[in-house]
């Protein structure tokens, strides 16, 4: 498996941005995909951006297409999520994920064996 550790969450006011980072290690980090989801409380985890392990393909969830983007920089073990025009319906714990190396990018939870700790994000209007 590979260690996650996310950072970058916070508190800010509705139309602003963040940037979350997602440092890993431990198996190789460049030949997996990575995912980011969200988890508001009450409801599941839902899937928010993916990508592959070239950072070729990128994927997100039609709720953040155009305001958020996902990137990687293999070098430094390390992926993105820049958030922009953030809504409070954003508000949620989200969680950086690591599939296993080689496999077809995964939009769903289940296709990822390896989750970081969460770091929250707040959205207020």
């Known amino acids: 498996q590979v260690q996650l550790v996310e950072s970058g969450g916070g508190s800010v006011q509705a139309g602003g941005s963040l940037r979350l980072s997602c440092a890993a290690s431990?198996?190789?980090?460049?030949?997996?995909?990575m995912g980011w989801f969200r988890q508001a409380p009450g409801n599941e985890r839902d899937f928010v951006a993916a990508i592959s392990w070239r950072g070729g393909n990128t994927y997100y969830a039609d709720s953040v297409k155009g305001r958020f983007i996902i990137s990687r920089d293999n070098a430094k073990n390390t992926v993105y999520l820049q958030m922009n025009s953030l809504k409070p319906e954003d508000t949620a714990v989200y969680y950086c994920a690591a599939d296993r190396p080689y496999r077809p990018t995964s939009l769903r939870p289940s296709g990822y064996d390896s989750w970081g700790q969460g770091t929250q994000v707040t959205v207020s209007s």
């Open positions: 431990g198996r190789t980090f460049g030949s997996s995909s």
